[in-house]
């Protein structure tokens, strides 16, 4: 589906780097938005009623680098131990904006509104009770609805005015109202008109210090939510209000960070966003550095090479839909994207070398394991190989090599893009064609249409290389071409987390809008094969283009939270990582719990002291279960659905 830019302009431009300018709004002495840098900000995940540790915990963030800081206050007693908070830090020499985190409890908000400098509501419950019903409106009986919210809301907004206190209306995915699913479904539009209908009742009230965000687990959604929101804040003239980014229940270790970047990244690439937050299920002073990397590349970002701007992009930004390219022996067409490793910089490729890309060769059985993680094509160069290959694997050439190399089963050549105007036809199944957009002529395009056998592997050495590997994408879109693109990237000098971060963005961000039938990442400061590997599948896994192990959705934790998370999260994973495609959410309350689980296949959530609640889908299974036994219970309930896997012996291929 075709947009044109004209009438969907989410961004100031497709093409070049310019930040949304927004309007100012002052939290504390640390204003967002505007001019001021992209602000970092985290949450504390200790009981709102511990003072001292609540205060310990606040600095440790500090000393991170987080500019705002946020507490839970489910209750009364909660907001009010929000003063002795404030006056601990200010003791210590703390100035750090607080924000009060409220859900459910308009009289915790309207005292929390008195004390610190920011409350945080979220619309789907901050008036409304989530009962999963499908509720039949009349346009009256809705308004009817919208002047009961107007009056619950109204006080607050009217104490956030008279103290000056900045307010985040926050829509997430996972606690849309049954009111607001009845009429717009599970949807972009319906998280974008949830805080809509809340803003409306702000302005009218002439109260604008507002941030506005749209959190889901999925980052496809939550990046869809956001272009919306900027562009109905465009159509129905609100002011600009600026964005707080991030990806909520995102998960731990390098998926965690991963599925942010993706998310995250991706609107950053595009301008969007006045402060981030990575929701990690780790401590928060662990997500900071985190949300650092992905702000600090924007400080200094400029194209190196200007880029012909898009005026109709044949994209429909709010939608997924994957671009149509005609199917070369195993990619593209409907084939899940696939993933190309590099080792053409070895001195010598053995069997050995293929264990990091996920290939186990046993010499006495004289068989290969193969990994669910395991690279789909190598690179290998000039080098040659004296051994078999794995029947899944294929290797590219160079062009010159390839010609020489005696048996070519599954082997490809790899063409520079002058060098394959010039080359004749082959037998290969498949020709490998590099190509940057500087170099995407009129005939390379011709060319490529022709080739029932191409694929395109495009790359970029420009510093906003998204936005010039998309105007490839466009200009083989504008010519009808149909040849497969596996999206290339080559990073020097980055540490591990950076690399999947960057990465991440610069390739999820693409993926996410249907774009790419394949990755190929290379790093040249030493980054290991597998870090590589690993992250290309898990750049898949992320934009859910490519399942290749278990996905768990897991809450960082908060003050709400009623178990240990991360060592919870550890526990499940360690049980459940071989089930391969199975959704699982971990959610350390009820707040966003429930609303979460129609994004997962199984939920586990806290409802009480000690207690569990186990969800299918968005169904209650079994309530009230021991802490001790909820494991285990959650492993009967998969294999009562009979989606269990005993972890047995590998499965092995003869060579």
Sequence with gaps: MGSDQTKF????????????????????????????????????????MDTIGSVEQTIRMVEAGCEYVRMTAPSIKEAQNLQEIKNELRKRGYSVPLIADIHFTPNA????????????????????????????????????????????????VKICKEYGTAMRIGTNHGSLSDRIMSRYGDTPLGMVES???????????NYYNIVLSMKASNPQVMIQAYRLL?????????????????????????????????????????????????????????????????????????????I????????????????????????????????????????????????????????????WNIADMACDYIFFGDQTIDFAIPGTLGIIYNYPTWLKVENKNRAYPFFYAEEYLKAGSNSSPINFVRAQLSEVSDALIEKLKADSKAVLIITTMNGHGLAEQR???????????????????????????????????DVGGMLIDGLGDGIYLSALNGLSDKIMNETSFNILQATRTRISKTEYISCPSCGRTLFDLQETTAKIRLRTSHLKGIKIGIMGCIVNGPGE???????YVGSGPGRITLYRGKEVVKRNVPTANAVDQLIDLIKEDKNWIEIGRPVFEIS
């Excluded at 200009?475 to 591990?496: A, F, N």
């Design 195 to 205: 805080a809509l209908e809340f803003l409306r009742i702000c302005e009218d009230l």
């Design 9 to 48: 302009q989410y961004c100031n431009s497709l093409t070049a780097y310019s930040r949304r300018k927004t309007r100012v709004v002052n939290i504390g002495d640390v204003p967002m938005g505007g001019d001021n840098p992209i602000r970092i900000q985290s949450m504390t995940t200790i009981d709102t």
């Design 109 to 156: 908000a309207e005292l929390a509104a008195r004390i610190v400098e920011k409350v945080r509501v979220n619309p789907g419950n901050y008036a409304d009770k989530k009962r999963f019903e499908e509720i039949e409106y009349t346009d009256a009986s809705y308004d009817d609805e919208l002047e009961r919210i107007r009056k619950k809301f109204t006080p607050l």
């Design 471 to 505: 105007r490839l994408f466009v200009e083989l879109m504008e010519h009808q071409c149909k040849t497969p693109v596996v999206i290339g990237r080559t990073y020097d000098d980055l540490s591990t987390e950076q690399f999947q971060l960057y990465s991440a963005t």
């Design 308 to 367: 012909p701007e898009i005026y109709h992009y044949p994209i429909n930004p709010f939608g997924y839909s994957r671009r149509h390219t005609r199917e070369v022996v195993n990619i593209g067409g409907h084939q899940v994207p696939r993933v190309i490793a590099d080792l053409s910089n070895k001195d010598r490729i053995t069997p050995a070398s293929l264990f990091t890309l996920g290939y186990h060769y046993s010499v006495p059985l004289d068989k």
């Design 597 to 603: 689980m129609a994004d997962a296949d199984y939920g």
């Design 230 to 306: 900027v562009q109905k804040l465009d159509e129905e003239k609100f002011q600009p209000y600026p964005l707080h980014l991030g990806v909520t229940e995102a998960g731990d270790g390098e998926d965690g960070r991963i599925k942010s970047s993706v998310g995250i990244g991706t609107l950053l690439e595009d301008g969007l966003g006045d402060t981030i937050r990575v929701s990690l299920t780790e401590e928060p002073e662990a997500e900071v550095p985190v949300a650092i990397h992905l702000a600090e590349r924007y400080t200094t970002r400029k194209s190196s090479q200007s």
